[in-house]
Nanobody, 127 residues
Framework: QVHLLESGGGLVQAGDSLRLSCAAS??????????MAWFRQAPGKERECVAS????????DHADSVKGRFTISRDHGTNTLYLSMTTLKPEDTAVYFC??????????????????WGQGTQVTVSS
């Protein structure tokens, strides 16, 4: 059973940086062929994909709203997915979720494309 656990969220000021981590268990990144992604959901809004990455880590996709500020990456040695966030803005405030799907290729931005989800970590950016 795949289990995803996010960490690294918190309360920061606008302009600050954070790095989110997602520890995966029940699988081995180097063998499991999992595409992964970060989603976020703000109060009253739909869950949206922030960034996604294919199994190799070479092919990434970032939402326009975070392009140039956020970077998704994965470490096969530690079975961990990361989201490095810089120049944070109040509109980045949301619960951030890690997601995974059994796919070699990048599974894309749709919520429905992912079968495995973490519980989320809160990111709050004050102005």
């Amino acid at each position: 059973q795949v289990h995803l656990l996010e960490s690294g969220g918190g309360l920061v000021q606008a302009g600050d940086s954070l790095r989110l981590s997602c520890a995966a268990s029940g699988l081995t990144f180097s063998r499991a062929a999992m595409s992964m992604a970060w989603f976020r959901q703000a109060p009253g809004k739909e869950r949206e994909c922030v960034a996604s990455v294919d199994w190799t880590g070479a092919y990434t996709d970032h939402a326009d709203s975070v392009k140039g500020r956020f970077t998704i990456s994965r470490d096969h040695g530690t079975n961990t997915l990361y989201l490095s966030m810089t120049t944070l803005k109040p509109e980045d405030t949301a619960v951030y979720f890690c997601a995974a799907q059994r796919s070699i290729a990048n599974a894309g931005r749709s919520v429905d494309a992912y079968d495995y989800w973490g519980q989320g970590t809160q990111v709050t950016v004050s102005s």
